[in-house]
């Protein structure tokens, strides 16, 4: 069956290019709002015309496909909130850092750092002026002994900050993982200047945390650890605020983190329950529909409670419509059912496509759709044992195929053991659920008995126990796999190409997939020769020097890191995984470094600088030296001052000054990030 059949499919591609284009692009609301009442009007004379016709033109297809495109792209702009008047970036932009006095209202409770509990916040008023906006709310773990609660409205005296980009190449993106969810600043408080106020309106979020609040006090009254507790709220509840570093690091390392967040699997199991409870139903006259309602109405309740975050929506969403078509009296098609769920969650939350859970969700579910039908029919064991683990086994593959490049792009490990864990898992995480679920509604009822408790408590300590021993299988654990975007493509272009000529061997789809290991070849090569040959680094690293000449393929690294540093310090790491090098030696740092035909000479906390030889091209300045700038500049006529993070932050203010006076430029790594140097 061809997909590209669906007029649902085609337009959901459609939707999607215009998403991406409206996303790397910014027009304007007004230009776009043209376009689209133009692409309108020709697409229903194209219509009139075309039924007059008896047929559909060329034409037709084509201004449709426009519309839909251009509909994607006024989405994405209609959605940024920046457009919005009384976006607090709108209020602010003339005094950026002047304090504000700013009334929020808490949105969401985040997993907290090492140094602040993070709240999301709505702005809702600055300086007397009403205001909009989402921002992220930092409060010192020490300054306040209760956290803060979901709808509580407070008034701080502050300023906006900016999120820090990545100061090093290859580092985790932070600053653009929260613009696509539309939060630009953060702002950080005391508790001096924290002053909560009375609010008596509740938000369906604030409910919702009053419900979970409610469900974790009842538990609270019995004997479960904190490790099962936080178990409980992320798969029943979806908060994994809680989860420890190493319960979340072993199920990551076992390929098994998706059990730690309300997904599709959680949904799935749970309407599969829903969907025998309510079987009796359909006996009755229109028993079917009520089924449906009853499903779907659960559903959404379920979302909400738990928090109606990005994972559990669409997971709602896609497995609504799921239990709609399978409730209709005439034949569905999967694809369609996708299509229809991607085309609605798109439509009202567009950014959700670079969500990097609303991908692997919809890959995963387009691989077991696509891949297990052909993998089920290798094998058709006769017992029920047997056939139960083969399905496991084959949903498992279908779904890993569907994830495994974008999971490679975005995570850089493969767990080798994944089938084993899910094996395991998946049956007994289908327990734990309808059994959790019966433990919390008792115990709302205080009607739990304690041997019940303790029996789902002892339940999740076997599923965590089994994560714990496949996760220390480190030998099965492929860890800092460069793959790129590039990567990702060919790589699908190639599973698609090959399943199709399984499926039906032919000499197109033959030339199909050859021409695709052909355009694979042609992309390592091409990453090869890309990838940085001759570079000099001066990362940023807080207190210490880290420096890293490119020679070849192989990464030389300067750096006086302590041991413990050294062993936990992942910027050389990132770097190397996002630029696909393979080798790394250790040196020590030298006075002097000859770059091609750059110089470039480093001074450290003893201030020796007599050079007469030569004039260098750049000066490092590191550990902070005692040296006179303006003498320095004078005598070697540098062409550019670099300070790395080795440096006290009041020398390095003072360097800027004289660097500015004397016209020099002057590279802050703890502003501009690393201090990159191709020869």
């Given at each position: 069956?061809?997909?590209?059949?669906?007029?649902?499919?085609?337009?959901?591609?459609?939707?999607?290019?215009?998403?991406l284009?409206?996303?790397?692009?910014?027009?304007?609301?007004?230009?776009?709002?043209?376009?689209l009442v133009?692409?309108?009007?020709?697409?229903?004379?194209?219509?009139?015309?075309?039924?007059?016709?008896?047929?559909h033109?060329i034409?037709?297809?084509?201004?449709g496909?426009a519309?839909?495109?251009?509909?994607?792209i006024l989405?994405?702009?209609?959605?940024?909130?920046?457009?919005?008047?009384?976006?607090?970036?709108?209020i602010?932009?003339?005094?950026?850092?002047?304090?504000?006095i700013?009334?929020?209202?808490?949105?969401?409770?985040?997993?907290?750092?090492?140094y602040h509990?993070?709240?999301v916040?709505?702005?809702?008023?600055?300086?007397?002026?009403?205001?909009?906006?989402k921002s992220?709310?930092?409060?010192?773990?020490?300054?306040i002994?209760?956290n803060?609660?979901?709808?509580e409205?407070?008034?701080?005296?502050?300023?906006?900050?900016?999120?820090n980009a990545?100061?090093?190449p290859g580092?985790?993106?932070?600053k653009n993982?929260?613009e696509k969810q539309?939060?630009?600043?953060?702002?950080?408080?005391?508790?001096?200047?924290l002053l909560?106020?009375?609010?008596?309106?509740?938000?369906?979020?604030?409910?919702a945390?009053?419900?979970?609040?409610?469900?974790?006090?009842?538990?609270?009254?019995?004997?479960?650890?904190?490790?099962?507790?936080?178990?409980i709220?992320?798969?029943?509840l979806?908060q994994?605020?809680?989860?420890?570093e190493?319960v979340?690091?072993?199920?990551?390392?076992?390929?098994?983190?998706?059990?730690?967040?309300?997904?599709?699997?959680?949904?799935?199991?749970i309407?599969?329950?829903?969907?025998?409870?309510?079987?009796?139903l359909?006996?009755?006259?229109?028993?079917?529909?009520?089924k449906?309602f009853?499903i779907?109405?659960?559903?959404w309740?379920?979302?909400i409670?738990?928090?109606?975050?990005?994972?559990?929506?669409r997971?709602?969403?896609?497995?609504s419509?799921?239990?709609i078509?399978?409730?209709?009296?005439?034949p569905?098609?999967?694809?369609?059912?996708?299509?229809?769920s991607?085309?609605?969650?798109?439509?009202?939350?567009?950014?959700f496509?670079?969500?990097?859970?609303?991908?692997?969700?919809?890959?995963?579910v387009?691989?077991?759709?696509?891949?297990?039908?052909?993998?089920d029919?290798?094998w058709k064991?006769?017992y029920?044992?047997?056939?139960?683990?083969?399905?496991?086994?084959?949903v498992?593959i279908?779904?890993?195929i569907?994830?495994?490049?974008?999971?490679?792009y975005?995570?850089?490990?493969?767990?080798?053991?994944?089938?084993?864990?899910?094996?395991?898992?998946?049956p007994?995480?289908?327990?734990?659920?309808?059994?959790?679920?019966?433990?919390?509604?008792?115990a709302?009822?205080n009607?739990?008995?304690?041997?019940?408790?303790?029996?789902?408590?002892?339940?999740?300590?076997y599923?965590?126990?089994?994560?714990?021993?496949?996760s220390?299988?480190?030998?099965f654990?492929?860890?800092?796999?460069?793959f790129?975007?590039a990567?990702?493509?060919?790589?699908?272009?190639?599973?698609?190409?090959?399943f199709?000529?399984l499926i039906?061997?032919n000499?197109?789809?033959f030339y199909?997939?050859?021409?695709?290991?052909?355009?694979?070849?042609?992309?390592?090569?091409?990453?090869?020769?890309?990838?940085p040959?001759?570079?000099?680094l001066?990362?940023?690293?807080s207190?210490y020097?880290?420096?890293?000449?490119?020679?070849g393929n192989?990464?030389?690294i300067?750096?006086?890191?302590?041991?413990?540093?050294?062993?936990?310090?992942?910027?050389?790491?990132?770097?190397?995984?996002?630029?696909?090098?393979?080798n790394?030696?250790?040196?020590?740092?030298?006075p002097l470094?000859i770059?091609?035909?750059?110089?470039?000479?480093?001074?450290?906390?003893l201030?020796v600088?007599?050079?007469t030889?030569?004039?260098?091209?750049?000066?490092l300045l590191?550990?902070?030296?005692?040296?006179?700038l303006?003498?320095?500049?004078?005598?070697?006529?540098?062409?550019?001052?670099?300070?790395?993070?080795?440096?006290?932050?009041?020398?390095v203010?003072?360097?800027?000054?004289t660097?500015?006076?004397?016209?020099i430029?002057?590279?802050?790594?703890?502003?501009?990030g690393?201090?990159?140097?191709?020869?």
């Amino acid at each position: 069956m061809k997909l590209l059949n669906f007029t649902l499919i085609k337009l959901s591609i459609c939707l999607v290019i215009g998403i991406l284009i409206g996303y790397i692009y910014n027009f304007s609301l007004t230009l776009l709002f043209y376009i689209l009442v133009c692409l309108l009007l020709f697409f229903i004379t194209s219509y009139i015309f075309s039924k007059n016709k008896f047929t559909h033109t060329i034409w037709f297809g084509i201004i449709g496909y426009a519309v839909m495109i251009c509909i994607g792209i006024l989405n994405v702009s209609i959605h940024n909130q920046k457009n919005n008047p009384t976006h607090y970036l709108n209020i602010i932009d003339q005094n950026k850092d002047s304090t504000k006095i700013i009334t929020l209202r808490i949105r969401e409770v985040l997993k907290p750092s090492k140094y602040h509990d993070k709240y999301v916040v709505n702005i809702l008023n600055i300086d007397n002026i009403i205001a909009s906006g989402k921002s992220i709310l930092n409060i010192p773990k020490d300054s306040i002994t209760n956290n803060l609660k979901v709808d509580e409205v407070l008034v701080i005296k502050t300023n906006f900050r900016e999120v820090n980009a990545p100061l090093n190449p290859g580092q985790f993106n932070y600053k653009n993982y929260l613009e696509k969810q539309y939060i630009y600043n953060q702002l950080f408080i005391t508790k001096e200047s924290l002053l909560n106020i009375k609010n008596d309106h509740q938000t369906v979020l604030g409910i919702a945390d009053k419900i979970r609040e409610h469900i974790n006090f009842k538990l609270s009254k019995y004997d479960f650890k904190p490790d099962q507790l936080a178990i409980i709220n992320a798969i029943l509840l979806g908060q994994r605020q809680n989860i420890s570093e190493d319960v979340y690091t072993s199920y990551a390392n076992a390929g098994a983190i998706h059990i730690l967040a309300i997904s599709g699997l959680h949904i799935g199991i749970i309407l599969i329950m829903l969907s025998a409870i309510f079987k009796p139903l359909e006996k009755l006259r229109n028993g079917i529909f009520i089924k449906t309602f009853l499903i779907v109405t659960i559903l959404w309740g379920f979302a909400i409670i738990a928090g109606l975050s990005a994972s559990v929506t669409r997971a709602v969403t896609m497995f609504s419509i799921v239990a709609i078509g399978m409730h209709l009296k005439r034949p569905t098609n999967i694809y369609n059912t996708l299509a229809i769920s991607i085309f609605l969650l798109l439509l009202f939350k567009p950014l959700f496509l670079f969500d990097v859970g609303f991908q692997l969700s919809y890959l995963a579910v387009f691989g077991i759709v696509s891949i297990n039908p052909k993998l089920d029919t290798i094998w058709k064991p006769k017992y029920l044992i047997p056939k139960k683990i083969w399905q496991t086994f084959t949903v498992t593959i279908s779904a890993q195929i569907g994830i495994i490049p974008i999971s490679l792009y975005y995570f850089h490990q493969f767990p080798g053991l994944f089938f084993l864990s899910n094996l395991l898992i998946i049956p007994l995480l289908g327990i734990i659920l309808g059994y959790g679920i019966i433990v919390m509604l008792l115990a709302v009822l205080n009607f739990l008995p304690p041997i019940l408790a303790d029996l789902c408590g002892e339940l999740i300590d076997y599923m965590n126990n089994i994560v714990f021993w496949v996760s220390n299988q480190e030998v099965f654990l492929i860890k800092d796999i460069s793959f790129s975007l590039a990567y990702v493509l060919i790589f699908y272009l190639f599973i698609i190409s090959f399943f199709r000529f399984l499926i039906n061997r032919n000499y197109k789809r033959f030339y199909f997939l050859l021409t695709s290991i052909i355009i694979g070849q042609i992309i390592f090569i091409y990453t090869y020769y890309k990838s940085p040959k001759n570079q000099f680094l001066i990362f940023h690293k807080s207190r210490y020097s880290l420096l890293g000449n490119i020679q070849g393929n192989k990464l030389i690294i300067n750096d006086n890191l302590d041991s413990i540093s050294n062993l936990t310090d992942k910027t050389i790491k990132d770097y190397m995984v996002a630029n696909h090098i393979q080798n790394r030696e250790k040196d020590y740092l030298k006075p002097l470094y000859i770059l091609g035909n750059k110089k470039l000479l480093i001074i450290d906390s003893l201030g020796v600088y007599n050079v007469t030889s030569f004039k260098p091209d750049y000066v490092l300045l590191r550990n902070s030296p005692k040296i006179n700038l303006n003498r320095m500049v004078e005598l070697l006529h540098p062409k550019l001052i670099i300070a790395d993070g080795s440096n006290y932050k009041s020398y390095v203010e003072r360097w800027a000054i004289t660097c500015q006076k004397t016209k020099i430029p002057f590279h802050q790594t703890n502003k501009k990030g690393a201090f990159i140097l191709n020869y």
